[in-house]
């Protein structure tokens, strides 16, 4: 299966910062002076401020803590946790340079930031390569060997590979419902199906259907698909077309699970060779499945 999840250590380290955050918040409600005390730092005149910056911290713990199942997705949560950990020291800087604060009060500094501030950076910097910017991810080969595998397996029988968009996008769901009606079709052709996704929750798919996870989209570069424009994803026919098939239709809509700008397209090899590639227009296009059928009953050669 193609495609990278986020780390182990990514889980961990959120887990645990949600944790400190959340014991953090908890002892300040309940003992707001015991951090000044312990640093000989002097006690604030209103504690309910100093209650309330714990409450702050403890808030930003369960966002961590939600953070942790899927960073890549969560990062912007990451991103202003992040913030909070550089701009913090900064203050303090200032706190201490200006006399405000003991330098023992340092400690809280530490466990509060600077620990975290190095791993908060990396996760920060790799949902950058995989969201926001997935061209800087390099295609490896072992992105490459999947188009090669594309090509020695249909030297023994067509294969289809449809490039869904993400599992909650209805298009893919009407796409999928319509590669399982055309699917006796599709097998008394010999056609063997694909689906190249960033994650198909939810659906349920024919045993003899492969699927490979993409999520970094670099299967996607390979094959020359890429982002929509904002017209080929958000106009006024699309809306209403997603309308039709999402409520009418009954294709539903589900959660986003991987980039919703994402372009869908299909490869249809054989012989060892790519003879057909149907590149969408707008998301709302339909899988072209009868003149993919009408290629391998009477396969011509793309220039």
Not at 46 to 74: S, T
Not at 115 to 128: C, D, N, Q, S
Not at 245 to 272: K, S
């Amino acid at each position: 299966m193609v495609g990278l999840n986020h780390p182990k250590w990514m889980t961990t380290t959120l887990k645990a910062a949600a944790i400190y955050n959340l014991v953090f918040a908890l002892l300040t409600l309940v003992a707001p002076f015991w951090i000044f005390d312990v640093t000989g730092a002097m006690r604030p005149n209103i504690p309910e401020l100093w209650q309330c910056i714990g409450m702050i911290v403890g808030v930003y713990g369960v966002g961590y803590w939600i953070a942790a199942f899927d960073p890549f997705r969560h990062w912007p949560v990451i991103l202003v946790g992040w913030l909070g950990k550089t701009f913090g020291p900064i203050g303090f800087a200032k706190a201490l340079w200006e006399g405000v604060f003991p330098i023992k009060f340092g400690w809280i500094i530490v466990f509060n930031d600077l620990i975290w501030w190095i791993p908060f950076a990396i996760m920060v910097k790799e949902a950058i390569k995989r969201i926001i910017a997935p061209e800087l991810i390099e295609i490896t080969d072992a992105h490459r060997r999947s188009f090669a595998l594309f090509s020695d397996d249909s030297k023994r029988t067509p294969l289809l590979v449809v490039f869904l968009r993400h599992s909650g996008c209805t298009f893919c769901r009407e796409m999928i419902a319509d590669l399982k009606t055309a699917n006796e079709e599709l097998k008394r052709s010999q056609i063997s199906v694909v689906l190249v996704h960033m994650g198909l929750s939810g659906q349920t798919l024919p045993d003899d259907w492969k699927s490979v996870l993409d999520k970094e989209r670099s299967l996607y570069r390979l094959a020359g698909l890429e982002r929509g424009a904002w017209g080929q994803v958000f106009s006024l026919s699309i809306l209403w077309r997603g309308f039709v098939a999402g409520i009418l239709n009954r294709h539903g809509v589900g959660i986003l699970e991987g980039d919703g700008m994402m372009m869908p397209g299909a490869q249809l090899w054989m012989g060892g060779q790519l003879v057909h590639f149907w590149k969408a227009q707008s998301v709302a296009d339909r899988l072209p499945l009868t003149e993919i059928l009408n290629r391998v009953n009477r396969p011509t050669k793309e220039p």
